[in-house]
């Protein structure tokens, strides 16, 4: 028997090449085939009008092909000059704005595209970009949320107040929550910043285009999170038919959200490059380019009200929030839709309203960052709970205890719209379980006699925790394409795109199980069009869930026909059979086949072209009396599954942390961290760990060190990775503990749930709570540095409150 | 073949690269990076930054890591540069720093695992039997995104052993 792959930590596939350096990412793509490259001129101020463009003179620089600007767009395709398109529109989202591929009349981010330039290399398309002459009229910018909600300025003339959208979900009859909160026996208000932070990739953004006049096809190779998505947006935007175009994601040296939006204006100016000059095509995306012209994320201010009773229940929860989502928004109100809704948690208030408006500034604009507004809404959240712990002189995890949805209270109705325009219901879980994993693992219990001990020694030390429940998951769906071979390979294709979550190895570990082949047998292809026309993208934790059920069912579907074949070849009942190392055989007797025979005999053939294929060739195989394809079925051995949920699944899991905060230097020194998770059934636990390890360190970037630093003209003071202080191994804990937990998903047939996004959300709300701890008062401004640490230190000394 | 339409003056430079001589002519200023990947087509080594911080570009120079985007190429003639894809054995065996980031699940996207196999390469040549304070610092000048580096910590750690048996083999 073949010992089943599921479940187990498996070697990846995809190492082999990228250890040799034979990795294929977008930038290695087309190297010296007279491929062109692009450089682009990005305005230099936060909001401005472009009085005049002046290129004359840059196509005298030698070795430089094109300059565009914003008035050669429709000449080149008559869809370009539109604005980019709003990817997902809300009833609430009545001021949607989005950005020209390159900007029309005015600028309103440092970075965004004013010209374009295609040259021999990036070094001469540079050279020539820095003879642009752009004539400016300088406005004024609106930086931060404060701005914004003051509106003095306006980002967009004709959006008032700044405000893209307002939405209020209130799970309460009207004045429910106004009557919870009066009657409620403890009330308190609580005042929460996050700031800007960003997914920063260590591969930016990168377009490859190659147009071939001879089948007047288009190959687009993007550095994207969906394949299919650039696909229509490409062929929508140059006029082109949906079968003329494939796009190919090659190696995606990560992703972590920032590249699922699209188009960006060079995947599309990439392309058009391409058909118009004749010659394949190359954007790569440099560092400061990436932190200017990307996106950024996470930038919120909350204002909580929460009712409790003396156990700390919550009787009523009122929050609002102020979201920065840029100059344009292009992705709609996805990530504070997310915060508004997964700021519950694990827990059941009696009653909630939450309000956000989604707010313009003149800075890069916002779209998701792992864990895409779960970060922000579980440290509302969580520290709401540790002031209802200190309020009532309570322990924290007593009072999270006493909030918690019950294991038999599933599914439970959040009575909300979650992101994907369903309802919030969580599927499974077990909190009190995992509450008391984590106490276990971190030390909860002991840690007082720890504190102590630590204080003998004139140092000072705090724990916290926290909680979080995650949509993962996400719709409409994901297909699958199993293809077995007269080789007896397996060849497997799924849409979505990879970004280093090692889907090749995870998804055939799936096939080996359901085929019975050799693992080593399985190729799996992702986020390439010309093999699956059909998918989403890579998103929300969705990947496994998604792909991985529709890659079961497809290959449950390729199955089927091997047995139905194989029972025919061997004369034996479907039932008798088994297949193992992709060989069929009838139980307890020495007749088989292999796979790659049954292939053979699933395509009748006139022609044989060698010694196997003989075999299913017209003199023979087959009844003379049947059709050689049966009304019903289809040659070739394959199968084709979507798999399409009805809602997400909701996976969960609880951090806790150790900190040492230095009496004199403020500096935050990691002692311990904890992990417990829950994300259904795993298929390979190596990858699992690898994504919490890797969600870690990017939560404790998040909470003590990254920020988009902006001054007040707009401009970002720390674009570069000296200035963005991004960690370290020195600046991650060293060993994280982990310990899951495995409720199932009742949602999809493996029982799964999505990690990708698990480690980074609940890291300001955890360092804020052990932060808080070790100091004595609280934190309500993350990230914390300790230079900002000594300064809250000093104030909360000086002017006693 | 792109046409030399650069006015800038070239040079003609030999880059000795994993045992191979190749002549090129360049510009003064094409980064060692830049000439790597673009002009002798060695994508294994990634530009992460361009600015000297991220490791991604690291290289052997004469058996030393050097961050490629700060050196220009015309200055490596006569140096021995050491790529990513020269780490291996010649019969395609990977080499122990390579094998032993499979095994620890060193790598997710593989961005930025060139730049510290060579850099782990070198360092544990210099240090072949690290404590786990050295193996991190061996690595604290390199940045992933992905990893959080727990993996990558334990893979060079479990490097020094597999190039520790493999010498003791080889003693016998
Ligand atoms: S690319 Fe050279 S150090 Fe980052
Ligand atoms: S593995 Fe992706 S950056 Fe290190």
């Given at each position: ?13 995809e190492?082999?090449r990228l250890?040799?350096?034979q990795g294929r990412f977008v930038d290695d793509v087309l190297v ?171 591969e930016?953004r990168g377009t490859v285009a ?9 190959t687009v190779w993007s550095s994207t999170q969906?394949s299919?998505?650039v ?15 494939d796009v190919v994601t090659p190696d995606v040296g990560?992703g972590?959200?920032?590249k ?22 190359k954007?790569t ?212 795109t990879s970004q280093g979550?090692?889907?090749q ?20 292809v992702t986020g390439d069009t010309r ?271 | ?42 994508t294994?080594?990634h ?62 996207c593989g961005f ?61």
């Amino acid at each position: 028997m073949t010992t089943k792959l599921m479940g187990q930590g498996v070697q990846r596939v995809e190492d082999q090449r990228l250890l040799r350096g034979q990795g294929r990412f977008v930038d290695d793509v087309l190297v010296g085939q007279g491929t062109l490259h692009v450089a682009v001129l990005r305005s230099p101020h936060a909001h401005a009008r472009i009085r005049d463009i002046d290129v004359s003179g840059v196509l005298d620089v030698e070795g430089v092909h094109a300059v565009w600007t914003y008035d050669d767009l429709a000449g080149l395709a008559p869809n370009m000059a539109d604005p980019l398109p709003l990817l997902i529109p809300h009833p609430a989202l009545t001021q949607g704005r989005t950005q020209y591929a390159l900007a029309k009349d005015e600028v309103n981010y440092v970075g965004e595209a004013v010209a374009f330039v295609v040259a021999e290399d990036r070094y001469l398309a540079e050279d020539a970009v820095g003879r642009i002459q752009v004539d400016y009229e300088l406005l004024p910018p609106v930086v931060g949320i404060e701005a914004a909600r003051a509106a003095d300025q306006l980002v967009h003339p004709d959006v008032p107040g700044n405000v893209a959208a307002r939405l209020v979900q209130d799970t309460g009859a009207p004045g429910e929550l106004e009557a919870a909160m009066a009657a409620a026996p403890h009330r308190l208000s609580l005042d929460l910043t996050v700031e800007r932070s960003a997914c920063t990739p260590l591969e930016g953004r990168g377009t490859v285009a190659r147009w071939d006049p001879d089948t007047n096809r288009m190959t687009v190779w993007s550095s994207t999170q969906t394949s299919t998505g650039v696909r229509a947006v490409v062929a929508a935007k140059l006029g082109l038919d949906l079968g003329q175009v494939d796009v190919v994601t090659p190696d995606v040296g990560g992703g972590f959200g920032v590249k699922i939006n699209h188009p960006w204006p060079e995947e599309l100016l990439v392309p058009l490059a391409a058909r118009a000059l004749g010659r394949p095509v190359k954007f790569t995306e440099d560092r400061r380019e990436h932190f200017i012209s990307s996106a950024h994320e996470r930038g919120q201010l909350q204002h909580i009200e929460v009712g409790f009773d003396d156990d700390g229940r919550l009787q009523a929860l009122e929050v609002t929030f102020w979201h920065d989502h840029g100059a344009y928004i292009p992705y709609g109100l996805i990530v504070p839709i997310i915060t508004s809704t997964q700021l519950l948690g694990p827990y059941k208030p009696r009653v909630y309203r939450v309000t956000f408006e989604s707010l313009y500034t003149n800075t890069v604009m916002v779209t998701p960052y792992r864990g895409a507004g779960r970060p922000q809404g579980c440290y509302a959240m969580e520290r709401t709970m540790d002031a209802i712990a200190a309020y009532l002189g309570k322990d924290r995890t007593e009072v999270r205890a006493a909030n918690f949805i019950q294991p038999d209270e599933f599914p439970y109705d959040q009575r909300m719209t979650f992101q994907d325009g369903r309802e919030l219901e969580y599927d499974s879980g077990d909190y009190p379980a995992m509450l008391e994993k984590i106490k276990a693992l971190i030390g909860w219990e002991e840690f007082p006699r720890f504190r102590e001990e630590m204080a003998a020694q004139g140092r000072q030390v705090g724990i916290g925790l926290a909680c979080y429940v995650e949509g993962t998951g996400v719709g409409p769906y994901e297909g699958a394409h199993v293809h077995i071979e007269t080789s007896g390979k397996v060849k497997v294709a799924t849409g979505l795109t990879s970004q280093g979550q090692g889907h090749q190895t995870a998804f055939a570990q799936l096939v080996a199980d359901e085929l019975g082949v050799r693992f080593e047998d399985v190729e799996v292809v992702t986020g390439d069009t010309r093999r699956m026309a059909y998918a989403v993208g890579t998103f929300a934790s969705r990947a496994a869930v998604m792909s991985g059920s529709a890659i079961h069912l497809a290959a449950k579907r390729a199955k089927e026909k091997v047995l139905r074949i194989a029972a025919e070849a061997l004369e034996a009942s479907e039932d008798d059979l088994e297949i193992v190392d992709g060989i069929v055989s009838v139980r307890g007797t020495t007749a088989h086949i292999d796979l790659g025979t049954i292939a053979v005999l699933s395509n009748p053939l006139r022609y044989a072209f060698d010694e196997r294929s003989k075999l299913a060739t017209q003199f023979s195989v087959g009844d003379p009396g049947k059709p050689p394809v049966a009304e019903d079925d289809e040659p070739g051995l394959e199968g084709k599954d979507f798999y399409s949920p009805e809602r997400s699944t909701f996976a969960s899991g609880m951090h806790a942390v150790i900190v040492e905060t230095d009496p004199r230097t403020a500096e935050i020194k990691i002692l311990k961290y904890a992990v417990v998770h829950d994300c259904g059934n795993l298929i390979n636990p190596m990858i699992v760990e690898g994504q919490i390890h890797g969600g870690v360190a990017q939560g404790v970037g998040g909470a003590l060190y990254e920020r988009m630093v902006y001054d007040e003209s707009g401009q970002l003071l720390n674009a570069s990775f000296m200035d963005f202080l991004m960690p370290y191994v020195t600046e991650v804990p060293d060993g994280i503990a982990i310990d899951h937990l495995e409720t199932p998903s009742p949602l999809n047939p493996l029982g799964i749930k999505g990690a990708g996004e698990a480690g980074v959300i609940p890291s300001a709300a955890v360092f804020a709570s052990a932060i808080s701890d070790a100091e004595g008062f609280p934190i309500t401004a993350m990230p914390i540095s300790p230079s900002d640490l000594f300064q809250l230190r000093r104030t909360l000394t000086e002017e006693p409150s | 073949m792109s046409p030399d339409t650069s006015t800038e003056e070239r040079h003609e430079v030999v880059l000795t690269v994993n045992g191979v001589a190749h002549e090129v002519s360049l510009p003064a200023r094409r980064l060692l990076s830049d000439a790597l990947r673009h002009d002798l087509g060695l994508t294994g080594t990634h530009v992460g930054c361009e600015h000297g911080v991220c490791g991604a570009c690291t290289v052997l120079l004469d058996g030393a890591p050097v961050r490629a985007c700060l050196v220009l190429a015309v200055q490596c003639e006569g140096v021995e540069v050491t790529t990513v894809e020269g780490l291996g054995g010649p019969d395609g065996s990977l080499s122990p720093v390579q094998q032993a980031f499979a095994e620890c699940h060193g790598l997710q996207c593989g961005f930025c695992t060139p730049g510290f196999l060579t850099t782990v390469t070198a360092g544990l040549r210099d240090n072949p039997t690290p404590t786990h304070e050295e193996a991190r610092e061996m690595v604290a000048g390199n940045l992933c995104r992905c990893t959080g580096y727990q993996n990558i910590v334990k893979a060079v750690e479990r490097a020094a052993v597999i190039a520790g048996d493999a010498t003791a083999e080889e003693a016998r």
